[in-house]
Structures are given as C-alpha cells and as structure tokens.
C-alpha cells in the first residue's frame, strides 16, 4: 500500500501561479508513472499532466506551454508547477502513481482561480 499526500493548493488571481506538490510513502523513482489529474464541479475527472518512469511527459492540450510536471527522486516527491491560471483551472487536483498492476490516488487538493 502506497500513500500519496498533495500540497499547494489555495486560491489565487487570474495570471497567477501555484506549485502543487505530490509527497509519496514509496519510491518514485520505481514507479512506472506518475500523474496529475483534475476534476471541476460536475465534470469528469481528466488527466492534466503525466510521467513516465524514464522521464517522458504528456500533457493536456489546454495546459500545454502553462504547466509543468517534475519529480524529485531523493524526495519522492512529484510537482505541478502551475503558471498564468485561468479560472477553468479551478478544481480538486489529485495524483496517482503507477506501481506495477496497482493503482494508488491522494486525496486531492483544492484549485480555486478567481478574481
């Protein structure tokens, strides 16, 4: 069993910027990937950002050139940096982690972009 923690979150202007952080019980590094996903009210949940164990990224359309996902192997720790907002970004972010065939989510943390 794999606990993963998110941090960050709060809210902030329109343009603004946050940097989520994604703390992990177990080896990032051994992961087969690691992602950001993120669900506004009465939407789906969607994945935001992705990455591969050997360092490959994937992202959203509508964040492409504004987020940035990263790891901190030492740390097992994985970051969202999150930069000019707008307030369709408003949501609960929550990152998984891929260990083999299982699965493991945090609980989330709270986006609001607002003026």
């Known amino acids: 069993q794999v606990q993963l923690v998110e941090s960050g979150g709060g809210l902030v202007q329109p343009g603004g910027s946050l940097r989520l952080s994604c703390a992990a019980s177990?080896?990032?590094?051994?992961?087969?990937?690691m992602g950001w996903y993120r669900q506004a009210p009465g939407k789906q949940r969607e994945l935001v950002a992705r990455?591969?164990?050997?360092?490959?990224?994937w992202y959203v359309d509508s964040v492409k050139g504004r987020f940035t996902i990263s790891r901190v192997n030492a740390k097992n720790t994985v970051y969202l940096q999150m930069n000019s907002l707008k307030p369709e970004d408003t949501g609960v972010y929550s990152c998984?982690?891929?260990?083999?065939?299982?699965?493991?989510w945090g609980p989330g943390t709270q986006v609001t972009v607002s003026s």
């Open positions: 998984k982690g891929t260990w083999s065939i299982y699965d493991y």
């Open positions: 177990a080896s990032i590094s051994s992961s087969d990937a």
């Open positions: 990455i591969t164990r050997i360092g490959v990224t």
